[in-house]
Nanobody, 125 residues
Protein backbone atom coordinates (compact mmCIF):
# COMPACT_ATOMS: atom_id res chain seq x y z
CA UNK A 1 0.00 0.00 0.00
CA UNK A 2 1.40 3.35 -1.05
CA UNK A 3 -0.08 6.82 -0.92
CA UNK A 4 1.70 9.66 -2.69
CA UNK A 5 0.45 13.18 -2.02
CA UNK A 6 1.28 16.15 -4.22
CA UNK A 7 -0.02 19.54 -5.26
CA UNK A 8 0.87 21.70 -2.30
CA UNK A 9 2.32 25.15 -2.61
CA UNK A 10 2.00 28.82 -1.78
CA UNK A 11 -1.34 30.49 -2.41
CA UNK A 12 -2.81 33.85 -1.47
CA UNK A 13 -5.77 34.12 0.89
CA UNK A 14 -8.98 33.47 -1.00
CA UNK A 15 -7.17 31.31 -3.52
CA UNK A 16 -7.54 27.65 -4.44
CA UNK A 17 -5.39 24.55 -4.62
CA UNK A 18 -6.02 20.97 -5.64
CA UNK A 19 -4.10 18.22 -3.90
CA UNK A 20 -3.69 14.76 -5.39
CA UNK A 21 -3.12 11.43 -3.66
CA UNK A 22 -1.94 8.63 -5.93
CA UNK A 23 -2.89 5.28 -4.46
CA UNK A 24 -1.17 2.00 -5.30
CA UNK A 25 -1.41 -1.51 -3.94
CA UNK A 26 -5.19 -1.37 -3.63
CA UNK A 27 -8.21 -0.23 -5.64
CA UNK A 28 -10.47 2.72 -4.89
CA UNK A 29 -13.67 0.74 -4.66
CA UNK A 30 -13.79 -0.38 -1.04
CA UNK A 31 -11.61 1.32 1.56
CA UNK A 32 -12.04 4.64 3.32
CA UNK A 33 -9.55 7.28 2.26
CA UNK A 34 -9.09 10.84 3.33
CA UNK A 35 -7.04 13.93 3.92
CA UNK A 36 -5.59 15.15 7.18
CA UNK A 37 -3.44 18.11 8.05
CA UNK A 38 -1.03 19.22 10.74
CA UNK A 39 -0.03 22.79 11.40
CA UNK A 40 3.06 23.72 13.42
CA UNK A 41 2.42 23.24 17.11
CA UNK A 42 -1.01 21.70 16.52
CA UNK A 43 -2.37 18.19 16.50
CA UNK A 44 -3.15 16.40 13.26
CA UNK A 45 -6.77 16.83 12.20
CA UNK A 46 -9.02 15.35 9.57
CA UNK A 47 -10.25 17.64 6.79
CA UNK A 48 -12.06 15.34 4.33
CA UNK A 49 -12.84 11.64 4.13
CA UNK A 50 -14.46 9.45 1.49
CA UNK A 51 -16.03 6.04 1.47
CA UNK A 52 -14.80 4.72 -1.87
CA UNK A 53 -17.49 2.04 -2.15
CA UNK A 54 -20.45 4.43 -2.03
CA UNK A 55 -18.90 7.90 -2.35
CA UNK A 56 -20.21 9.07 1.02
CA UNK A 57 -18.11 11.95 2.25
CA UNK A 58 -17.43 13.48 5.63
CA UNK A 59 -16.23 17.02 6.26
CA UNK A 60 -15.63 18.78 9.57
CA UNK A 61 -17.50 22.05 9.94
CA UNK A 62 -14.45 24.23 9.47
CA UNK A 63 -14.02 23.12 5.83
CA UNK A 64 -17.62 22.53 4.77
CA UNK A 65 -18.43 24.44 1.62
CA UNK A 66 -14.76 25.09 0.88
CA UNK A 67 -13.12 21.65 0.50
CA UNK A 68 -14.25 18.82 -1.76
CA UNK A 69 -12.86 15.31 -1.86
CA UNK A 70 -13.25 13.19 -4.99
CA UNK A 71 -11.68 10.22 -6.71
CA UNK A 72 -10.69 9.00 -10.15
CA UNK A 73 -10.99 5.24 -10.09
CA UNK A 74 -9.27 4.73 -13.43
CA UNK A 75 -6.19 6.64 -12.32
CA UNK A 76 -6.37 5.58 -8.65
CA UNK A 77 -6.12 9.18 -7.51
CA UNK A 78 -8.00 10.94 -4.73
CA UNK A 79 -8.25 14.71 -4.97
CA UNK A 80 -8.80 17.45 -2.44
CA UNK A 81 -10.09 20.64 -3.99
CA UNK A 82 -9.58 23.53 -1.59
CA UNK A 83 -11.25 26.88 -2.24
CA UNK A 84 -11.38 30.17 -0.37
CA UNK A 85 -8.24 29.33 1.54
CA UNK A 86 -7.26 31.27 4.64
CA UNK A 87 -3.96 31.51 6.53
CA UNK A 88 -5.47 29.11 9.08
CA UNK A 89 -5.40 26.41 6.39
CA UNK A 90 -1.60 26.52 6.33
CA UNK A 91 -0.34 23.06 7.23
CA UNK A 92 1.23 19.89 5.95
CA UNK A 93 -1.49 17.85 4.30
CA UNK A 94 -1.46 14.05 4.33
CA UNK A 95 -3.57 11.44 2.64
CA UNK A 96 -4.46 8.33 4.61
CA UNK A 97 -6.47 5.17 4.16
CA UNK A 98 -7.92 2.23 6.03
CA UNK A 99 -8.28 -0.85 3.86
CA UNK A 100 -10.11 -2.74 6.61
CA UNK A 101 -13.17 -0.52 6.67
CA UNK A 102 -15.06 1.80 4.35
CA UNK A 103 -16.68 4.44 6.56
CA UNK A 104 -15.63 7.99 5.83
CA UNK A 105 -16.89 9.11 9.24
CA UNK A 106 -14.91 6.39 11.03
CA UNK A 107 -11.76 7.25 9.11
CA UNK A 108 -11.95 10.93 9.93
CA UNK A 109 -12.54 10.16 13.61
CA UNK A 110 -10.08 7.30 13.93
CA UNK A 111 -6.45 6.51 13.39
CA UNK A 112 -5.86 5.41 9.81
CA UNK A 113 -3.20 2.71 9.50
CA UNK A 114 -1.88 3.78 6.10
CA UNK A 115 -0.29 7.18 5.48
CA UNK A 116 1.42 8.94 2.66
CA UNK A 117 4.07 11.60 2.97
CA UNK A 118 2.83 15.15 3.42
CA UNK A 119 2.62 18.07 1.07
CA UNK A 120 3.02 21.61 2.36
CA UNK A 121 0.22 24.13 1.85
CA UNK A 122 1.01 27.72 2.74
CA UNK A 123 -1.64 30.44 2.56
CA UNK A 124 -0.07 33.85 2.75
CA UNK A 125 -0.10 37.21 1.05
Amino acid sequence: VQLQASGGGLVQPGGSLRLSCAASGFTLNRPAIGWFRQAPGKEREAVSCLSTNNDITYYPDFVKGRFTISKDNARSIVYLQMNNLTPEDTAVYFCAADLAQSSSYALCHGRPPNWGQGTQVTVSS
